[in-house]
C-alpha cells in the first residue's frame, strides 16, 4: 500500500511539473523557442487554390520596377495588377508629386479588389541622377559625396526635408543611403559619401533618423561594402576582400537600430567576397548571415538581381546562370526581399515566378525559406 501511495504521489509531480513547463516553457532552451517563431508557417488563404496561393507569397517577394511613362501615369501595367508584387520601385526622370498621387489612386483601386495587396512604395534617394522624384513637390538633393561635405546640421535639415516630402507622396521606403566607404582611387565619386568610415556612419545614421521620423524604411547598401569597387556591377563579376573599416557604417547602424528596437534593412551586393568563398554575397548563404546572424530584426534585400555580376557561375567562370535560378539562390541564401530593376522585364518576372513556384512545390527547405521572408515582412510592413 505504501509503495502504491510513493507511485502514485511521484506522478502527480511529474504531472505538475510537465504542466508547467507546457504552459510557460522555462525549461525551453531560448534559441529553439525563437526559431519555431521564424519558421511558423504563414496561414493559407481560404480563397485562392493553391497554386495561385504559391504564386501570390512568391511575388509579395519582389521589388518589381515601375517605370514611369504617360502610360503607366494614367494605369499601372498589367503585370503589377495581375501579380502583385510585395515592394514596388519607382523609376524615371523629373517625377512630380501629382504623378506619385496618380501612382497611389491606381494602387487603391486594385486593393478595393484585393484588401490583401498592400505593396510598399519606393525610390532611390542618393540625390543628384540617383533621384527619380524631383519634379514638383520634391527636392533635388546635393549628390552624397557633396552632402557629405555639409555641415552635419545642414545635412539633417535636407534630409528632414527629403524624408517630408516623400512621406507627403506616400512612399514607405527607399533604397538608400549608401554606406560604402571610399578609398583613394574612388573619393571623387560622387555616390560615396567619404574614406572616413565613422563620417559615412555618422551622416548615415542622421539620414536614417529623418527618414524613421517620417515612417520611411531606409534600406542602407551595399553590405559588404564596395567603395573600393572601381568597375560596375552591371557590366561584370567583381570580388574583393572587406576590410572592418568597410563594415563599420554597417554594424554602426545596425547596432543603433537594435538599441532603439525599430526594425533595420540591408541591400546585400552582388560582389564577389573572397572570406565567404568568392560567391557573389547576395546569393552565398555565408555572407547573407554576417547580417541576419548577428541581428533578429534585419530585413535582407537582394541587390538588382537583373546586373550581370547576378549570372556569374563561379564553377564555369562564365555569365551562363538563369534569373530564375540567381532568384532560386537569392532565396536559399536568406534575403526576404528580390529586388530587379528596370531593365528586367515583366516577361522575364513572370517566367522566375513560374520556375520558383515549380520549386516551393517541390524543395522543402525552399518552402520554408519563402514562408519565414513572408513573416518577416509582413512584420516590417506593420510598422511602415
Known amino acids: 500500500m505504501r509503495n502504491t501511495l510513493i507511485l502514485i504521489g511521484f506522478l502527480a509531480f511529474l504531472a505538475v511539473i510537465f504542466g508547467v513547463n507546457y504552459l ?8 529553439q523557442t525563437n526559431l519555431a517563431q521564424i519558421s511558423l508557417t504563414p496561414k493559407p488563404s481560404p480563397t485562392l487554390p493553391v497554386n495561385q496561393e504559391t504564386r ?21 501595367p498589367e503585370w503589377i495588377i495581375k501579380n502583385k508584387p510585395g515592394a514596388i520601385l519607382i523609376y524615371g526622370q523629373d517625377i512630380d508629386l501629382p504623378t506619385v498621387d496618380q501612382i497611389n489612386q491606381q494602387l487603391a483601386k486594385v486593393q478595393l479588389k484585393d484588401r490583401d495587396f498592400q505593396p510598399m512604395l519606393g525610390t ?20 552624397w559625396h557633396k552632402l557629405c561635405r555639409t555641415s552635419l546640421v545642414l545635412a539633417k535639415k535636407q534630409f528632414a526635408t527629403a524624408a517630408a516630402e516623400l512621406s507627403t507622396a506616400g512612399i514607405n521606403f527607399v533604397l538608400s543611403p549608401s554606406l560604402d566607404v571610399a578609398d583613394a582611387s574612388t573619393s571623387a565619386n560622387p555616390d560615396l559619401c567619404s574614406s572616413s568610415a565613422r563620417k559615412v556612419a555618422l551622416y548615415g545614421q542622421a539620414f536614417i533618423d529623418a ?14 561594402g564596395t567603395g573600393q569597387l572601381q568597375a560596375d556591377l552591371e557590366s ?29 534593412a540591408v541591400l546585400v551586393s552582388l560582389v564577389g567576397v573572397k572570406q565567404s568563398g568568392g560567391g557573389a554575397c547576395a546569393l552565398t548563404k555565408s555572407c547573407v548571415d554576417q547580417v541576419s546572424g548577428a541581428y533578429q530584426k534585419v530585413l535582407i534585400v537582394s541587390d538588382d538581381l537583373g546586373q550581370k555580376a547576378a549570372l556569374y557561375d563561379p564553377l564555369k567562370r562564365d555569365y551562363t546562370k538563369s534569373l530564375s535560378q540567381v532568384a532560386y539562390e537569392a532565396v536559399m541564401a536568406g534575403n526576404h526581399l528580390l529586388y530587379f530593376g528596370q531593365n528586367v ?40
Open 24 to 31: 510557460f516553457r522555462p525549461f525551453a532552451p531560448k534559441d
Open 56 to 76: 501570390s507569397r512568391l511575388a509579395s517577394m519582389l521589388i518589381a520596377p515601375l517605370v514611369i511613362t504617360p502610360e503607366t501615369k494614367e494605369r499601372l
Open 124 to 143: 532611390i534617394l542618393d540625390g543628384g541622377v540617383e533621384q527619380p522624384l524631383t519634379g514638383e513637390g520634391f527636392t533635388l538633393l546635393p549628390t
Open 211 to 224: 527618414m524613421n521620423d517620417q515612417g520611411i524604411l531606409s534600406v542602407v547598401k551595399h553590405f559588404p
Open 236 to 264: 561584370r563579376f567583381l570580388v574583393i576582400s572587406p576590410t572592418k573599416k568597410d563594415l563599420l557604417p554597417f554594424k554602426t547602424v545596425l547596432d543603433q537600430a537594435e538599441k532603439d528596437q525599430v526594425y533595420s
Open 345 to 384: 522585364s515583366y516577361s522575364q518576372l513572370t517566367k522566375v515566378l513560374d520556375d520558383l513556384t515549380l520549386r516551393y512545390k517541390e524543395d522543402k527547405l525552399f518552402k520554408a525559406k519563402v514562408d519565414a521572408a513572408e513573416i518577416m515582412l509582413d512584420s516590417v510592413k506593420s510598422r511602415y
